[in-house]
T-cell receptor
Framework: GIQVEQSPPDLILQEGANSTLRCNFS?????LQWFHQNPWGQLINLFY???GTKQNGRLSATTVATERYSLLYISSSQTTDSGVYFC?????????????FGAGTRLAVHP | DGGITQSPKYLFRKEGQNVTLSCEQN?????MYWYRQDPGQGLRLIYYSQIVNDFQKGDIAEGYSVSREKKESFPLTVTSAQKNPTAFYLC????????????FGSGTRLTVV
């Protein structure tokens, strides 16, 4: 099946630093999404980005579908950015669009 | 406010017991999902349901059971056949047929004691 690999697995930043998270996937996919899981476990969708670039405040994401990777940029990081960032790709299987998650990048932002 | 409610937030299970995790949504979504999250791993799909009275096994369904008697509700039972049930369980919903617009609950942390 399709493989989703995220790097780095762990990241520690000082507040104000910038970072880039990477997601590689092994096959053509219907779409790609980035999620943030806060320290209390709540998962929130950040971007739906099958291709191209999107920006939302200090976050932006770029997906190059032909090269099978996506990048999530975090600028001027804040302590509230801490948590786990997942990318997930969709593939059509068994009659529905199945989301396959990577193992995540655990981010800790220190003041 | 529309959303997904999971309960309880924390649950402790003795060896050999069945326990049921609750998931309720008021988003009028057709599809609902149960995921398991282990430390350092991504979310793995346990079961999903696209319509009432129908559900399908995901990637790790062994030792789990579900029901979908109402559109709003998708409870998950962790049976005694699940040998390693300690994990964080997340419920999600979406409009049927799409992989976009998932809404997740806040999770239930299950621990075997």
């Amino acid at each position: 099946g399709i493989q989703v690999e995220q790097s780095p697995p762990d990241l520690i930043l000082q507040e104000g630093a910038n970072s880039t998270l990477r997601c590689n996937f092994s096959d053509s996919v219907n779409n790609l999404q980035w999620f943030h899981q806060n320290p209390w476990g709540q998962l929130i969708n950040l971007f739906y980005i099958p291709s191209g670039t999107k920006q939302n405040g200090r976050l932006s994401a770029t997906t190059v579908a032909t090269e099978r990777y996506s990048l999530l940029y975090i600028s001027s990081s804040q302590t509230t950015d801490s948590g786990v960032y997942f990318c997930a790709v969709a593939m059509f299987s068994g009659g529905y669009n199945k989301l396959i998650f990577g193992a995540g990048t655990r981010l800790a932002v220190h003041p | 406010d529309g959303g997904i409610t999971q309960s309880p937030k924390y649950l402790f299970r003795k060896e050999g017991q069945n326990v049921t995790l609750s998931c309720e949504q008021n988003l009028n979504h057709d599809a609902m999902y149960w995921y398991r999250q282990d430390p350092g791993q991504g979310l793995r799909l346990i079961y999903y349901s696209q319509i009432v009275n129908d559900f399908q096994k995901g990637d790790i369904a062994e030792g789990y059971s579900v029901s979908r008697e109402k559109k709003e509700s998708f409870p998950l039972t962790v049976t005694s056949a699940q040998k390693n049930p300690t994990a964080f369980y997340l419920c999600a919903s979406s409009q049927s047929g799409t992989a976009y617009g998932y809404t997740f609950g806040s999770g239930t942390r299950l621990t075997v004691v």
